[in-house]
Nanobody
Framework: VQLQASGGGLVQAGGSLRLSCAAS????????MGWFRQAPGKEREFVAA????????YYADSVKGRFTISRDNAKNTAYLQMNSLKPEDTAVYYC??????????????????WGKGTQVTVSS
């Protein structure tokens, strides 16, 4: 599976962005999808994950209520809608794919595939 993340950019605090993660290769619907981020000088952290059909999602506490993860299996694409952005959301965002869906995402336990990151910068 090859993953390509896009949609990052510069936005003012309180604004919104939507990230996309386009997948090619093996059957997209066989993989749970998720997003991680890494801010300068900080460790990578889990942001959100979505199950294979999209029927289940979960989020890091820091983004709950502001970010929404979704997927369109017909388009082989996952999304991360980010609203009410804060300067502390500034980071490189990465999408990932893994056949497992569960605590492995929160624990960053060996995702099978990673996309290149997309920069999100939130100005105050």
């Amino acid at each position: 599976v090859q993953l390509q993340a896009s949609g990052g950019g510069l936005v003012q605090a309180g604004g919104s962005l939507r990230l996309s993660c386009a997948a090619s290769g093996r059957t997209f619907s066989s993989y749970a999808m998720g997003w991680f981020r890494q801010a300068p000088g900080k460790e990578r952290e889990f942001v959100a994950a979505i199950s294979w059909s999209g029927g289940s999602t979960y989020y890091a506490d820091s983004v709950k209520g502001r970010f929404t993860i979704s997927r369109d299996n017909a388009k082989n694409t996952a999304y991360l809608q980010m609203n009410s952005l804060k300067p502390e959301d500034t980071a490189v965002y990465y999408c990932a794919a893994d056949p497992r869906y569960g605590s492995n995402w929160y624990n960053q336990d060996g995702m099978d595939y990673w996309g290149k990151g997309t920069q999100v910068t939130v100005s105050s």
